[in-house]
């Protein structure tokens, strides 16, 4: 195993941000070679404890011999955002400088073009440096795993249909609850990752890619960071690891993904119609029928007819829930998948990754 930090030149005077990197080497060629990386959005920490448990797995494997495709991890891919503290708050989602999603915005090119992500990085702001320099590292791979997580939520990922249903392996390993089929169409991470294998061979954009995954994992809420639960998905990584051939070991038996696969015009984003305090009625991982009541909305507490009820517009399950208490008009409740499209329109790309 190789410890390398990357560094990137802060915007101000006196300011450098160090990014450890960590390279195991394969000892079989033709294996796949694997990025994964963790807390994009800084404060989202599952991900970070999660490659904890999985270093400490790949450096007893490194030693045993049993890498068999070159595996690189970043734990904390953002030195940038987890320095934004503000107000006693981390806010680690996006640039303070720019107003970005440090999800958005990686550059849209042809794997091809891989190179000049890292070529005259002088001429871009340190949070484009950081990007194009993860973008680089992932593309150097088949097998790419963002790993996120929600507000409140159940397991789950983004993953496009071009790796679906191939990636079903990963869903049974880190035992989603739901996949979000997802469009391939914005400029966050993952999608930079397939957007690039898709358009390898400029004259014919493939649709399939067979042998490949770049996905946005939501490793559950941002408050579940526990010894526990990071050590399980360790442990389901490395399954998938061992069922893509990229590490050798004894593989147990991992249970078919049986969670939800739905496409993203199948998830109702129930939005609060008033602002107000929030009373939640029904919890992440509940089914919900047509009708149901989700929440009210406290938009003139004491009066009856300042409780306003916000129901579900069609049967699904509850995959992701806000955790404040406080709802602004429009603001975002939950996310629930569902059998049928929703009527709401959506813009194209993944929902909040
Ligand atoms: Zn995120």
Redesign the pocket.
Known sequence: MEITEIIIAGDTPGVEWRLPVFRFKGTKPEAPRTYVQAA??AN?LPGTALSHFLLGKLRRADAEGAILGDITVVPQANPIGSAQSHFGELQG?FDLGSRTNF?RDFPLISLGERDGLVEDLDRYSATDRLKRQLLHMALGAELVLDL??DDEGLQYAYINEAFWPEAADLAAALDMKAVFLSDGESSAFEEAVGHAWKNEDKSRKKTSLPGRLSV?V?LRGTRDVYPATASKDADGVWQFLLARGVVFGARTDVPAFSGKAVPLDNIEMIRAPAAGAILFHRDIGESVHAGDLLATILAKPGTPEGAIEVRAPQDGLIVTRVSTRFARRRSDLMKIACEEPSRAVRKPGTL??
């Open positions: 994009l959005h989202e989602r999800n996120h997580c946005t939501e909040e990754a």
